[in-house]
């Protein structure tokens, strides 16, 4: 057995004690791969920790494809460079973002003062959601570099509060808060109402706390109601409240529940023009929901008619929301990770967002930063040969 594969079979002993299991698809890649390539002197690890339902975007069912990808075509184009291994951490308890948050500490950490084979470097690449803020902390303690392919924080600004941490997302947060803050400025609307769903997808969730943050930072007010649409969908005392404090609404949650929340609006007389909402439109994706408005119930089609006049819904360009011509090789084949590996199907005419890509993207950052690094070391190694 070759020293990469073992390694990673000991990984794997170690991390089934704890109850944390590495992806099986991973084991095998890495296990052929080092058996039948040349294994250079400068070692890397890469460690991805996440979950695997598909409660948000930042899921493994859709990312761990991109990883596992990028990891392999990686391994073909640096393979006299050095030699990479890929852990991926997960635990069956973790279901979403928040359970993430709350576990990566404790997941990450076992596994990485437990390890019994230290690599020349090591790198945290994860996708990202509320575990990000915790395993930035840790990786700027331990020197690691640290990489979100999907999630992005206004700390990244800051290089002492985030001295590792870079992100190759294609949709961050502090983007979307400066667009609307924007359109709030020019028209002057400075009293406005923020409404939330706490089972919506966590992007939501969390840029609208960034966004009403950023808005009563400028000195403005801001009003926020906190919805479950698990429990209700009944928006009858949000509308009231709404309309005694302000004119302008900032609905953040699915398409479905906004449709909803509409028309309840339009029951009320408050979308004859008085009253504007804002929605928020990202990848046309199930889990954020159908903006187009597609699959609307015809007999509730009239009163939305009515009501979107009253609507502004800020989304993506074309370029940003579509799958870069360079990944659309990759599509099909991370639909069919995503299934065979993963126990995940993509919905009919659902395909993978350009979150895939930036988790695929921020494998290849790495792989220059090792390569350039592992270039370094051997220039070192060389250097008295050369001087004499």
């Not at 308890?93 to 990566?104: L, N, P, R, S």
């Not at 400075?190 to 997808?201: G, I, L, M, Q």
């Not at 799958?323 to 995940?344: G, T």
């Amino acid at each position: 057995m070759s020293r990469d594969a073992a390694g990673v079979k000991g990984c794997c002993h170690g991390m089934l004690l704890w109850g944390l299991f590495i992806v099986c698809s991973i084991l095998e890649v890495t296990s052929v791969v080092a058996a039948t390539t040349h294994q250079p002197n400068f070692t890397v690890e890469i460690i991805t920790l996440g979950f695997v339902h598909p409660t948000s975007t930042s899921s493994l069912v859709y990312n761990g494809p991109g990883f596992d990808t990028a990891v392999r075509d990686v391994r073909r184009k640096f393979r006299t460079s050095f030699n990479i291994t890929h852990t991926v951490l997960f635990d069956p308890i973790v279901k979403d973002c928040w359970d993430m948050g709350d576990h990566c500490d404790e997941m990450v950490g076992r596994y990485f003062y437990r390890r019994s084979v230290l690599p020349n470097m090591t790198v945290l690449i994860v996708p990202g959601c509320a575990d990000a803020v915790y395993l930035n902390k840790l990786a700027a303690q331990w020197n690691l570099l640290f990489i979100t392919g999907v999630v992005a924080d206004p700390v990244l600004r800051d290089k002492n509060l985030a001295p590792t941490w870079i992100t190759t997302t294609p949709v961050q947060v502090p983007s979307f808060v400066a667009i609307f803050l924007a359109i709030l400025q020019k028209f002057n609307w400075t009293t406005v109402y923020f409404v939330s769903d706490e089972k919506a997808n966590p992007f939501y969730v969390g840029f609208a706390a960034s966004l009403l943050a950023a808005f009563k930072a400028r000195g403005h007010h801001g009003s926020r109601w906190v919805t479950n649409s698990a429990r209700s969908t009944d928006y009858g005392d949000v509308l009231e409240d709404f309309r005694k404090i302000s004119r302008i609404c900032v609905f953040l949650g699915h398409a479905f529940h906004m449709k909803l929340f509409l028309a309840q609006a339009s029951a009320k007389g408050m979308t004859d023009g008085e009253f504007i909402y804002f929605g928020l439109d990202t990848f046309h994706n199930a889990n954020f929901g159908g903006f187009m408005w597609e699959n609307v119930n015809i007999s509730s089609e009239p009163v939305l008619r009515r009501a979107l006049k009253s609507v502004l819904l800020i989304g993506l360009g074309r370029s940003t929301s579509r799958i870069k011509p360079a990944s659309l090789r990759l599509e099909k084949e991370w639909m069919d990770l995503s299934r065979d590996h993963y126990n995940f199907t993509y919905p009919q005419n659902e395909k993978p967002t350009p979150y895939v890509t930036g988790c695929y993207a921020a494998v290849e950052v790495f792989a220059q930063v090792s390569r350039q690094d592992a270039n370094t070391r051997d220039q070192r190694l060389l250097q008295p040969s050369l001087t004499g």
